[in-house]
């Protein structure tokens, strides 16, 4: 090709393929939150970001490189064997290790910790600019040149003919090899490295700091102030700049989980979306404008590491954006949404006027009072077909304004003034004809009229309030509000109110669904109910799946284009699938900006995207994948220790003696609402069921001989669970006495003892026949000593594997051989009873103590310490209780109290001298130390329904203690709460309500608090 051709073909390329300018539309607002110095980042400049395959988060900063798991920073510098902490690059390689360039050059992570690689390796030691690997092989451009080795050793890369300095950029992916040499790049085949860019029009004015691929197969280059992308091998390379800002520093472009292409610049982020770019930056919600590196980690949320701000998470996957006063809206309560075909527009009512948002331009404009509008509060809208739009105002009737926003007419209503035509909902059917929910009843508007005419309801008061309307199958319409569900047209009018089975009269909201039912939301917390209606009666049907709502406070139903049901209410949104396999609920985390809903604000637009309405504004949702929960966290075991030794989850070690107590740690790899999740564990050999806890960590003290397995498994908060448990086996080795051998050399010693004797004994038998009698008598009542003393030993062993080697209090097996006797004594008592009736000093009470912030007595004054001060609790825990009483090391810090033969209303008494006896007097420990320290209690009675005694097991109200104790530390500590349940909750057993979190058990749990020594009194019987 001839250069006048190969000039044609490149304008005719760049023609048909270069990028456009930055969209100019409406994105909205997107939701995120800044990670700083406030949650353990210590540098806030973020210039290098990765996630590994385990699902960690790795943050390259200017000062320090940092692994994040969602709740916690860990730090890594010179102590972690790092030579400098100005991380340039980060990357992971096919067998998992991972490589950090810094300005002192190439380090990889061993363990715990990282290696410098040194010049003795042969990379030298010059700031690392990119890595890259492939089959066997790492990359490192550096200063000092391409190097090449296999992670431990290197050789310098031959450079290619007319190559010269330090080397910029390096890929490498489907047996190809890039490198940047400043401007030019070179590409390494078979015959060795040849120029790709120099005569593909590419050009070498700028240095290369990034290459990088697409899921088709396209080769993107970056410079600080420009991108190219080069479609086929043999193709030429194109400018894809045009209308992008420049980098704020060296030029980065990353690739995220779908193959596309995030451009980091100096106002923000933009991403390739088919031919053009959308830009992410402050209009969109972004904190700041400098971006230095991005990242899309395997949940779908965008993180983008800023200049000097910190590291920015958004929310969710992107699919709710949002719009407020800041963007134009007259007001941020949102009331009513209507979409116009015509001139593709939204029409949004708003507690102060109507606004139009132009989804092309981003444009926003408002109608108040003053500009002719009927009344400012706007509560209803109904889009026309010509482009124009109705608008309801409280009070000030109904305006027509045309698709050019002028006020056509002002409607009024027979018999009403505009002061008292107050709409709240608008319906405009097939036939043009528009319907008007009102303060004051239902009114009608024909095709062509100037006049809304009163519609009677049916049954009852013609003037009763109408908040929303939906029709049937078969054209009939039906009206919801103060007074019922109402039949206005299609068959026999008809009113249906609670003597029909609704729970109460005032219906707010109705949706019918593809089956023909139709789902309500009542105006009270009563949540929704399915009902098909009949001529004369209404079917109630359950909702699928079943479950609880996020919310009983229901303030919208609506359904989108696939048929899904959406649920809104003050705590977030319950979405259904159309055949009801699924649930999800979408709040904060996933990119709302408020979880509080606004009274019937749903709109779905035809291509699947909704539109709500918030008390933070306009909301759009577009969504990114099919409704689901998403991926289920995973959990991971960060820390395995004995008092001597640190341990690999991949081990499966058997402990000696003094290694009888194991301390494990954790961490829940989820970035999506990561203070919402929860851990259930166990440890297989001790306990059979799991704990659930919001802790990350557990202590196993005294562990006994035997084989055990640790299980732990992550609850997200979408309620998804680990799919598979992060575990660890191991064994516990038991004292050569309790050996088998040993046992067996003690039985054969007796034995031999035995034989022994009876042999000497026979020899003499001939001499003194009487003599070795009476020594046959004498020795086997040496043998019978003997029996009874092995005998005694026995038991010794027995005890000592029931009782904790620290405190000498019982343990958890001791608890569970004892319980199920003191357990059918409960039941038999309450079995005798009448119902209703109580059986005086019969119950179980359980009492779960633990030592608030005793992490922080081992980290001060070390495991000693913090072990005498446990035995120093267990005495005065059993000063305070009966001699009746048990008194179990129950794990770590923690201690279980059983009152047996005892009261539930003496509970709160025997709580209160519990923590008077903890927290009324420091402890002397020994050595000069003196700690004063308080406990925390969660308690609770077997039986928690005395109506119905066998309903709640022991071991479910052990896990109701449990939650209790988590409720009283994340209260502040130094208290007791007890928990009851409501007494209308008691006839509801088969539901299980009582496993559900109690943040949603409002009027069926009763929570009891008693304050501690020197806290601030608590109120006691407050109902949760």
């Given at each position: 090709?001839?250069?006048?051709a ?15 300018p ?7 607002r997107?939701?995120?939150?800044v990670?700083n ?6 540098n ?6 990765l ?16 692994r994040f798991?969602?709740r ?11 030579k ?16 950090v ?19 003795a390796?042969?990379?030298p ?26 992670g ?28 940047a ?26 240095r ?16 600080a102030r ?10 030429f390379?194109v ?51 400098v ?22 998470q ?10 407020g006063i800041?963007?134009?809206?007259s ?7 209507a ?12 507690q ?28 209803a ?19 027509r ?11 009024s ?11 709240i ?28 005419e ?10 009763d ?9 078969r ?18 009018p ?5 003597a ?9 909201s109705?949706?019918?669904l ?12 009563l ?25 009983d ?21 319950d ?6 396999s ?9 990119g ?40 289920p966290?995973?959990?991971v ?25 194991l301390t ?40 006994a ?12 908060a979408?309620g998804?669970?680990s799919?598979?448990?992060a ?15 040993a ?21 003499a ?6 003599r070795?009698e ?17 005998a ?5 062993l ?16 001791y ?12 039941l ?12 005086r000093?019969q ?7 633990d ?32 001699d ?24 709160e ?12 007097a ?36 052990l ?14 500590r ?11 909750a ?28 020197h ?10």
């Open positions: 090709m001839n250069a006048s190969r000039a044609l073909w490149l304008t005719v390329l760049a023609c048909s393929l270069a990028g456009a930055a969209r100019a539309s409406s994105p909205g997107l939701a995120f939150r990670l110095e406030d949650h353990g980042l210590g806030l400049t973020v210039e290098a970001l996630q590994d395959r385990v699902g960690f988060l790795w943050v390259g900063t200017q000062n320090g490189l940092y798991d969602g916690t920073f860990v730090a890594y510098g010179r102590d972690a064997g790092f400098s902490t100005r991380v340039f690059a980060l990357h992971e390689s096919a067998d998992g290790t991972l490589y360039g810094t300005r002192a050059g190439l380090s990889r992570r061993e363990g715990g910790s990282f290696r410098h690689v040194t010049s390796d042969g990379l030691e010059a700031p690392v600019a990119g890595i890259a690997s492939d089959a066997g092989h790492v990359y490192v451009a550096s200063q000092a040149g391409l190097f090449v080795g296999d431990r050793a290197f050789r310098i890369e031959a450079t290619p003919p007319g190559a010269s300095g330090p080397a910029s950029a390096v890929f490498a992916e489907g047996g190809h090899v890039y490198a040499y400043e401007g030019l790049l070179f590409e390494r085949d078979a015959e060795g490295w040849r120029d790709v860019g120099t005569d593909a029009g590419l050009p070498a004015t700028e290369i700091d990034r290459v990088v691929s697409d899921a088709q197969g396209r080769l993107f280059v970056r410079t420009s991108l190219w992308m080069r479609a086929a091998p043999s193709g390379f400018a894809l700049h045009d209308g992008l800002p420049p980098a704020a520093t060296s030029g980065r472009l990353e690739r995220d989980g779908r193959g596309d292409m995030l451009l980091p610049t100096s106002r923000g982020i933009a991403r390739r979306a088919g031919d053009s770019w959308d830009m992410l930056g402050r209009r969109e919600g972004l904190p700041a404008d971006a230095l590196c991005a990242l899309v980690d395997r949940e779908g949320s965008l993180w983008v590491g800023l200049g000097g701000v910190g590291l920015a958004r929310l969710g996957r992107g699919d709710f954006a949002s719009w800041a963007d134009g809206l007001h941020e309560l949102v009331w009513a949404i979409r116009d075909r015509a001139t593709e527009a939204m029409w949004v009512g708003t102060e006027g109507l606004n139009r948002l132009d989804l092309n331009t981003g444009a926003m404009r408002t109608w108040r009072e003053r500009e002719g509008l009927g009344g400012d509060l706007v509560y809208v109904a889009a026309a077909p010509d482009g124009g739009v109705w608008a309801g105002s409280w009070p000030g009737g109904v305006t304004l045309t698709r050019e926003g002028t006020v056509a007419h002002r409607y209503a027979a018999g009403l003034t505009p002061d008292t035509f107050e709409v909902a608008l319906h405009l059917r097939a036939d043009g004809e528009l319907w008007a929910g009102a303060s004051r009843g239902a009114f009608r508007l024909a095709a062509g009229k100037d006049s809304f009163p519609a009677g309801l049916p049954g009852g008061p013609a003037r309030s109408v908040f929303a309307f939906a029709e049937g199958a054209g009939e319409l039906f009206g919801v509000g103060r007074g019922g569900l109402q039949r206005l047209t299609g068959g026999a008809r009113r249906f109110t609670r029909d089975g609704l729970t109460d009269d005032f219906v707010a109705i949706v019918r593809p089956d023909e039912t139709f789902v309500i939301g009542y105006r009270e917390a949540g929704v109910a399915r009902v098909r209606v009949h001529p004369d009666r209404l079917e109630f049907l359950p909702i699928e799946p079943a479950g609880a709502m996020t919310s406070m229901v303030q919208f139903v609506g359904r989108d284009s696939a048929g899904q049901l959406w649920v809104g209410g003050d705590r977030g949104l979405v259904f699938a159309a055949d009801g699924r649930r999800r609920r979408f709040g904060r985390a996933d709302l900006p408020t979880e509080d809903m606004d009274q019937n604000a749903f709109f779905a637009d035809a291509d699947g995207v909704v539109w709500l309405g918030t008390s933070r504004g306009l909301v759009r949702y577009r969504p990114s994948e099919p409704l689901g929960n998403g991926t966290p995973s959990v075991l960060t820390e395995i220790a004995t008092p001597r030794r640190a341990l690999a989850a991949s081990e499966q070690p058997s402990l000696a003696r003094d290694e009888r107590t494990v740690s954790w961490s829940g790899l989820t970035f999506r609402d990561p203070n919402a999740v929860r851990y259930r564990y166990r440890l297989v050999g001790l306990e059979d069921e799991f704990i659930e806890t919001a802790q990350t960590g557990a202590r196993y003290p005294g562990l001989a035997g084989r055990y397995r640790f299980e732990v498994v992550a609850v997200g979408d998804s669970v799919p598979v448990p575990a660890f086996a191991f064994s516990v080795m038991p004292p050569w006495w309790e050996t088998i051998w046992r067996m050399a003690i039985v054969g010693l007796v034995l031999a003892a035995g034989a022994a004797l009876i042999a000497l004994r026979t020899r038998l001939a001499a003194d026949r009487r070795l009476d020594a046959v008598i004498a020795r086997n009542g040496e043998l019978a000593r003997t029996n009874a003393e092995l005694d030993v026995n038991k010794q027995q005890e000592a594997s029931v009782r904790d080697p620290l405190t000498h209090l019982h343990n958890r097996r608890l569970t051989e004892v319980v199920a006797e003191n357990v059918k004594r409960v038999r008592a309450y079995a005798g009873s009448e119902r209703g009736a109580t059986a000093n119950d179980l009470v359980f009492f779960l103590v030592v608030d912030h005793f992490k922080e007595v081992n980290d001060r004054h070390g495991h000693p310490v913090g072990d005498r001060l446990l035995v120093a609790l267990a005495r005065r825990l059993e000063s305070v209780v009966r009746s009483d048990l008194v179990v090391r129950w794990g770590g810090e923690e201690f279980l109290v059983v009152a047996r033969e005892s009261d539930r209303g003496e509970a008494p025997v709580a209160q001298r519990i923590l008077e006896a903890v927290g009324g420091p402890f002397e420990l020994g050595d000069g130390v003196v700690l004063a320290r308080t406990c925390s209690i969660g308690w609770a009675a077997l039986p928690w329904i005395r109506d119905e005694p066998g309903a709640v097991s022991w071991e479910e109200t896990v109701l203690v449990d939650r209790a104790l988590y409720l009283a530390k994340r209260s502040g130094n208290q007791a709460i007890g928990v009851m349940p409501s007494e209308h008691a006839p509801d057993v088969e539901s299980r309500w009582w496993r559900e979190p109690f943040d949603r058990l409002e009027g069926r749990l009763r929570t009891a608090r008693i304050a501690g020594p806290a601030r009194p608590a109120g006691e019987g407050a109902t949760t």
